[in-house]
């Protein structure tokens, strides 16, 4: 069996339709820049929020600290990424929640 990401994204608290293309660009950008964070192994469920150029990420239920440069990497990215996408120009807040799970190939 395939193992798959599964992307949810709300912007100003709002959800966002993400198209099966869209997600999956989604949940292999955040999935790849919350791996190279320090502690961060087999992600089974994620959630990254960023508020005001603060980025605060859950993996597997434990909170990270994350320091000044990862933060503006990972938010200038996200930012970036969410921003490109119809009906999000006004951002004010973000929510984006990754689920791994294991998928027919």
Do not use: C
């Not at 502690?39 to 508020?51: C, F, M, P, T, Y």
């Not at 603060?54 to 990862?70: D, I, Q, R």
């Not at 990424?81 to 006004?90: D, P």
């Amino acid at each position: 069996m395939e193992e798959k990401m599964e992307a949810k994204l709300w912007v100003n608290s709002r959800a966002v339709d993400l198209n099966p293309f869209v997600e999956e660009i989604l949940a292999g950008t955040v999935a790849g820049a919350l791996r190279s964070l320090k502690g961060v192994e087999g992600i089974k469920s994620a959630e990254l929020q960023l508020r005001q150029g603060t980025v605060a990420v859950t993996v597997n239920s434990k909170g990270l600290t994350l320091t000044p440069f990862p933060n503006d990497i990972i938010a200038g990215m996200v930012t970036g990424f969410v921003s490109a996408l119809k009906g999000t120009e006004k951002l004010g807040s973000l929510r984006i929640k990754l689920r791994t799970y294991h998928g027919s190939p």
